[in-house]
């Protein structure tokens, strides 16, 4: 305990001390003190138990009490300070504020006291979300923030993240308008090898088709985490023991208390350059009792600068950043990505360097593929609104929205609202990753099915204007067409609504399920009488319909469709190739597999062998393979502990119609696929279908669709981040460290989530999944994406159950699995090209697949004169395209425009591209008075964003001010955004 002296001593101190203005000091280690709560929307809990503080018997956690408690606790002392970034949960606590309490929101906000970092609706996921749905979930929390508060962030905050994409850097951040980004987790290796050279924090350069326009600042948190220091956890009910500074009692710990801070400040100091740290002083949920943190940290504060070995004070990321800028020192560059990473453990834990948080990249398969369609639905939905002249509010304010007053809020402007909050929840590290507990997994589906059945009902309405459909015709969506499910074309006869979501001419291909007694059918295009291709092709349900039409650019059609009893399509074991004008897809009929695919335009001749193969997962109890961790058991780096799906071989047949022909390939009972050529295409699809995963044989399984070539690939391979920018990837490598090779598979394992290619001089093969999944090339001339998993036990990274997904599961909190495994469908899009037009091929494909057709169906009964299309030529040059058309409040409009190619993809496609606004509002049939560049997220203006620049680098040249007539210029991969008022 201190003496009497030596606390009047302090007492002195501290009185000078409060004298001066807390913040930075050049002659010392400044700590700055990061005062957060990071809450997870979804993960053990659903949202809505986190934000009230149910459910605490599986986790206590309430964010309700978080914001409550913290700005009680800030009103009472203008010294203290406190950043959040959730708006998810946000939003909702400030909808349920008096107006005095929003007042003192307001003044906090004003005075710098609270500030908001990264200002999504979540922390999204960075490995598995479309760019376009990370793009969405941050514009809609900085739309909620610039609203209430004139508030614009100036911090990306990605804490939680199961790596950092190159995406993030560049798009979510520089272009957003931040001026760091911050986040905690990384590779072990990493991170240790960055604290012994000073280089936890850097420039990171991420893109480069933006260059040096889209570098930033960034940093991880040289504690290894994004909690405090050991022994500094203050949060309510922890076990760290508390500041007890009153001499009158035993247990006086200040100054082992202060010798703690000091040493950890010093320890933190010597991992970065500067001398400027950040504790984080806060973790999951906490600041639920937010007295308990603040009380501590006070005495903290005056007695460790009483002390006067360091300077510590409350502090923000914006103050940290200017500290750092004011350093003006020189920052290692970074230019590829963090993925994936090795979760770090203790030596003794049997864990260390075998925790690979790569399985987190396909895990939950359907989740994933929601994600990715409710998103593209998301899109559809926002041009139909505008382009069919709807209201913006018709569904939200009646029975359709049941009890939700939520959306009745401020921000529910559309009838879009739902599906975008719910797909931006989606998009959270623990939503789409596949790693939170089943039933929140089930309440993410529930809360997107219930948006996207009121984007169905503005969708339907949108098709109706745009064709012409009289009042009394009811247009109808089939939400379950994915699973073939569709009771409208069961019917004997139906009329079909298609619109094409791309401003770009297109082959239109549809299928629909139809009753197994109908074998034939007649498909006329409405508007002109002209009879459209279409096929009938027999299964075991039901049978398949196929139609092919040339569409035009955001065109709409109306088909009639007559189902018959004509004689079907039956398969066949004639013929061993499909074929078309462009390629020839060659079989071995004694394997059933694919031995070839001819580029008849290229002169690609490439053989290729395709087939399924599963890794048993490592069941090691909270040591093995799980929702985060990919960890095939008995891994070794020849990979032959990979074992054929069946015998290696397929049953097989063809099939041939006037639309496409079909290879029928049945690997085992439960692996399935169907190879598709249709008529007209550059690329070969295949539709796969797996599952139930066995498991009766005590094992999990990892489930892999591998394609092998002789390409001398040379150890490299391409995969996508986010359907954005390509990254080079170098088996066994990484740019910034020595990787220690424990897990050979699972270390070479990327997130894929538009294309996974290799190439040599002769011949490139390119595979574009319909969702996230994980991919790698374990072999020159190889490529391998994992499309399900199912496994028998947890891996210990805290979700705390096995990735084992059943049709059904029993209630919480002694939860038990019903029925089989599920099944998952999906679809992989496999090109074959000459290296110099690899990209031209799949990046049509890329967004093609997103931007699937959109569909509504009509009874045969209720059919009307359809008005000949309006076929405007379409200003769009085929390396633009039309990201973003959304109103977003009446007379107000968001316009994006994106250069769809990367830097060198392509000779040709790959130049800057030009186009006219003026033509752009003609194609959309809009008359605007005022057009405004604005930031990606629509919060600044793009004349008026300053950002901190580091390393000497310069200001970016401000855009060209937009002129009548003058065309503007889109550079590689770059996306313009524009706030639209109409006439």
Aim: proline share 6%; charged share 20%.
């Amino acid at each position: 305990a201190h003496s009497s002296a030596a606390r009047a001593v302090l007492a002195l101190c501290v009185a000078a001390l409060c004298a001066a203005a807390p913040g930075p000091r050049d002659d010392k280690i400044n700590v700055h003190l990061i005062c957060h709560s990071h809450d997870d929307v979804g993960w053990l809990k659903t949202v809505d138990q986190y934000y009230y503080g149910a459910n605490n018997s599986i986790q206590n956690a309430d964010v309700s009490l978080v914001l409550d408690t913290v700005v009680q606790q800030l009103a009472a002392d203008p010294q203290r300070k406190f950043v959040y970034a959730e708006q998810g949960y946000f939003q909702r606590w400030w909808m349920e504020q008096t107006e005095a309490t929003r007042d003192i929101v307001r003044r906090l906000v004003e005075t710098h006291q609270l500030e908001f970092v990264d200002g999504g609706w979540t922390q999204h996921d960075e490995a598995n979300p479309y760019y376009v749905t990370m793009i969405d979930q941050t514009t809609l929390g900085h739309r909620f923030l610039l609203d209430q508060f004139n508030y614009v962030p100036r911090i990306g905050w990605q804490l939680d993240t199961f790596g950092h994409s190159a995406t993030q850097p560049s798009l979510l951040s520089a272009e957003v308008g931040f001026d760091a980004l911050y986040f905690a987790r990384l590779d072990y290796q990493d991170r240790d090898k960055r604290r012994m050279d000073k280089s936890m924090e850097m420039v990171w350069r991420a893109s480069p088709s933006l260059g040096e326009a889209s570098e930033i600042f960034s940093g991880a948190f040289v504690g290894g985490s994004y909690g405090p220091p050991p022994g500094m956890n203050w949060d309510y009910g922890s076990s760290d023991t508390p500041v007890m500074d009153d001499q009158c009692l035993e247990g006086d710990n200040v100054q082992e208390i202060v010798e703690n801070f000091v040493e950890a400040a010093q320890l933190y100091a010597s991992y970065t350059q500067g001398n400027n740290v950040i504790f984080m002083m806060g973790s999951d949920f906490h600041y639920g009792n937010a007295r308990s943190w603040f009380k501590n940290l006070d005495k903290v504060i005056r007695y460790v600068n009483a002390d006067g070995r360091v300077n510590t004070f409350y502090s923000n990321p914006i103050i940290y950043t200017e500290a750092k800028h004011r350093e003006n020192l020189t920052w290692p560059l970074k230019t590829d990505d963090f993925m994936p990473i090795c979760q770090d453990h203790p030596e003794d834990s049997g864990r260390r360097g075998h925790a690979y948080w790569a399985g987190y990249f396909t895990s939950r398969p359907l989740l994933k593929f929601y994600e990715r369609r409710s998103s593209a639905k998301l899109q559809a939905g926002r041009q139909l609104q505008l382009l069919g002249r709807l209201p913006l509010r018709k569904y939200i304010d009646g029975d359709v929205a049941g009890c939700n007053p939520y959306w009745r809020h401020w921000n529910a402007t559309s009838d879009m609202f739902p599906l975008e909050m719910a797909v931006a929840e989606l998009t959270h590290h623990d939503g789409v990753t596949g790693t939170s507990k089943q039933h929140v997994a089930y309440d993410y589906a529930r809360r997107v099915a219930l948006g996207a059945s009121i984007a169905d009902l503005v969708i339907n309405d949108g098709l109706a204007a745009l064709v012409h459909a009289p009042a009394g015709v009811a247009l109808r969506s089939c939400p379950l067409l994915n699973e073939s499910i569709c009771d409208d074309t069961m019917a004997a006869a139906f009329q079909v609504v298609a619109y094409n979501p791309l401003p770009h001419n297109r082959t239109m291909h549809i299928r629909l399920p139809v009753p197994l007694a109908r074998t034939g059918a007649k498909v006329v295009d409405a508007a002109s009488g002209r009879p459209l291709p279409a096929d009938v092709f027999a299964g075991k349900t039901h049978n398949e319909l196929l139609i092919s039409f040339e569409a035009c650019g955001l065109c709409s059609y109306v088909l009639r469709v007559e189902t018959t009893e004509a004689r079907p399509v039956y398969p066949s074991q004639d013929q061993t190739v499909l074929e078309n004008q462009f390629l020839r897809v060659s079989l071995n009929p004694a394997t059933g597999r694919i031995t070839n695919i001819f580029n008849k335009e290229d002169g690609v001749s490439l053989p290729v062998d395709q087939g399924y193969y599963w890794y048993e997962g490592n069941a090691d109890p909270g040591k093995g393979a799980g929702a985060y961790m990919f960890r095939p058991a008995n891994c070794n780096k020849d990979a032959s502990n990979i074992s054929c799906v069946g015998d290696c071989t397929a049953t097989w047949a063809v099939r041939n119609g006037t639309t496409s022909q079909e290879l029928v390939q049945a690997f085992a009972p439960w692996a399935q696929q169907i190879v598709r050529l249709w008529s007209g295409a550059r690329h070969v699809e295949i539709d796969w279908t797996v599952g139930p995963i066995p498991i009766d044989d005590g094992l999990g399984k990892e489930i892999v669709s591998r394609f092998t070539t002789p390409i001398a690939s040379n150890q490299l391979f391409t995969t996508d981040a986010n359907g954005y920018e390509l990254q080079t990837r170098r088996r066994d490598y990484r740019a910034t460290f020595d990787l220690n090779l424990t897990e050979p598979q699972a270390a070479n394992y990327f997130p894929v989530g538009s294309v996974i290619a290799i190439a040599d001089s002769h011949a490139q093969l390119s595979v574009t999944p319909d969702r996230a999944q994980g991919g790698t090339s374990l072999h020159d001339g190889q490529l391998e994406l994992l499309v399900h998993r199912r496994l028998l036990a947890d891996d210990g990274e805290g979700v705390g159950e096995p990735l084992n997904e059943t049709l059904g599961i029993t209630p919480y909190p002694n939860p038990v699995r019903i029925g089989p495994g599920i099944t998952v469908r999906g679809t992989h899009y496999v090109h074959v090209n000459a290296p110099k037009n690899a990209s031209r091929g799949f990046r049509p494909t890329q967004h093609a697949a997103f931007h699937e057709p959109v569909l509504a169906f009509a009874a045969a009964s209720q059919q009307w004169t359809v008005p000949l299309p309006v076929r405007k030529v379409s200003p769009f040059p085929e390396n633009i395209g039309l990201l973003t058309l959304e109103t977003r409040t009446p007379g107000v409009v968001v316009l994006r425009l994106q250069h769809l190619y990367g830097i060198n993809e392509d000779a040709v496609l790959s130049q800057p591209a030009r186009i006219t606004l003026d033509d752009v509002f003609t194609f959309l049939d809009l008359r605007v008075a005022e057009a405004t560049e604005t930031s990606l997220t629509v919060n600044q203006q793009r004349a008026a964003m300053r950002r901190l620049r580091w390393n000497g680098a310069r200001e970016p040249d401000a855009p060209a001010r937009l002129q009548a007539g003058v065309p503007l210029t889109l550079n590689p991969l770059q996306i313009r955004t524009f706030l639209l008022k109409l006439e």
